[in-house]
């Protein structure tokens, strides 16, 4: 086994420098070529950068926010066989390390020269485009009108997930009532038993989700390049978690579709205690997550699918809705649920599908949930 150096790549002309945006896997994770395993800015874009190698990571080197050179070393991997380090010719050495790619691309578009910007003083830890807007109207160094402060780490790295997603995924958009009658019947006996085992609503229905998606791979699945499909023989359930000061994460129940009710629940609660600690456990198995905002009353929304995902499911807050296959007009307790996909994957009809499976098994959860409560 070799020791090699992970360099940032030239992926333009004339391009001298990144900043290194967030990492996507941690030192011991097994990587295969061609996986995306860091985000780099340029003055052009935020972009996921592939491993040029199969092997395992042993360090970064660099950390995120850091301005690099291109060819700087960003990471060491430990790789089998003869394998040659990736190299980058006449690549220019980093310039003012406090200055990002994109703010000299804004300096450019705004004609100030790269000797007035390293005069400029930065209002934060970084140069900023307010910083030059600041300048420009004469008014840098007065900051009485408001207030700056640095981006948090997790959202800096959520935004340009969603960024590189925009760039990515093409969206379609669909959604459906079901009866919520059934889960709300079951969740009021879990509450009038003696046993302490008192599972939420909400996840009875991500129960529901896991047990459909045995049936639909193709949202156990993402794709690797433009050509590979990758299958998961599981379901990697995402669960968005929110934090204090609007930050969110993601809580993973993994090997979701084999597990019994019980050991879900304690796992899905177990998970989602594990990230209100602010432990993010996305990683690229996960190819759907659900976001829940029942609480908030939200009715419907379209959510957002971050690559590699392929598919993000909502569910809204429960009203009293008509039953529609009622010959007379009957009221029942309904909910809807919408689901974003990623078009490059999957289809309308198949969408439409599975959402349909899940309704079934909601609308079915006392059969579903076997060995309940009597």
């Known amino acids: 086994m ?40 340029t003055d052009k874009a935020v972009m996921d950068v592939e491993s040029p190698f199969d092997g395992v990571l042993i360090e970064w080197v ?76 004469g ?24 960024v590189r997603g925009s760039q990515l995924v093409v969206p379609g958009t669909m959604s459906v009532t079901m009866s919520w009658s059934g889960i709300e019947h079951l969740r009021a006996r879990y509450k009038a038993s003696p046993s302490d085992f008192k599972p939420s609503a909400f996840t009875m229905f991500a129960f529901a ?5 045995k049936d639909f791979p193709t949202f156990r699945s993402t794709l690797i390049g433009d050509e590979r499909l990758r299958t998961y023989h599981h379901v990697q359930l995402g669960i968005a978690v ?29 998970k989602i205690e594990l990230a209100r600690t602010g432990k993010d456990q996305a990683n690229e198995s996960v190819t ?5 905002m029942q609480s908030f009353g939200l009715h ?7 690559p590699p995902a392929v598919a993000t499911l909502f569910l809204g807050a429960t009203y009293n809705g008509l039953a529609p296959d009622s010959v007379e007009l009957q009221i029942q307790r309904t909910a809807n649920m919408a689901l974003t996909f990623d ?32």
């Open 242 to 270: 929110s934090l204090p000061g609007d930050q969110l994460v993601l809580a993973v129940i993994p090997d979701a579709d084999t597990l019994d009710w019980e050991t879900f629940a304690e796992t899905m609660r177990a």
């Open 288 to 292: 759907i997550s659900l976001t829940n």
């Open 300 to 306: 419907d929304a379209i959510p957002v699918v971050v």
């Open 2 to 41: 070799a020791v090699i150096s992970v360099r940032i790549p030239q992926l333009g002309e004339g391009l001298q420098e990144a900043r290194l945006v967030g990492v996507l896997k941690q030192p011991g994770e097994s990587i295969k070529r061609d996986e995306p395993i860091y985000q780099m800015e």
């Open 62 to 137: 660099a950390r995120p926010d850091d301005i690099l050179a291109i060819g700087a070393e960003v990471a060491r991997m430990e790789v089998a066989g003869d394998v040659q380090e990736m190299t980058v010719h006449g690549a220019p050495a980093a310039r003012n390390t406090n200055i990002p790619p994109k703010t000299r691309a804004y300096a450019k578009e705004k004609g100030v020269s790269d000797e007035k910007l390293a005069e400029l003083a930065a209002g934060s830890s970084k140069l900023m485009p307010a910083d030059i807007d600041a300048f420009l109207t």
């Open 209 to 213: 989700v896991a047990h459909a998606l």
């Open 139 to 162: 008014s840098q160094g007065s900051n009485d009108a408001y207030a700056e402060t640095a981006v948090d780490p997790k959202q800096r790295l959520l935004a340009s997930r969603l």
């Open 343 to 374: 078009h490059r994957v999957l289809n309308g009809v198949g969408a439409a599908e599975f959402l349909n499976a899940i309704k079934s098994k909601v609308e079915a959860i006392s059969t579903l949930i076997e060995g309940g409560i009597g």
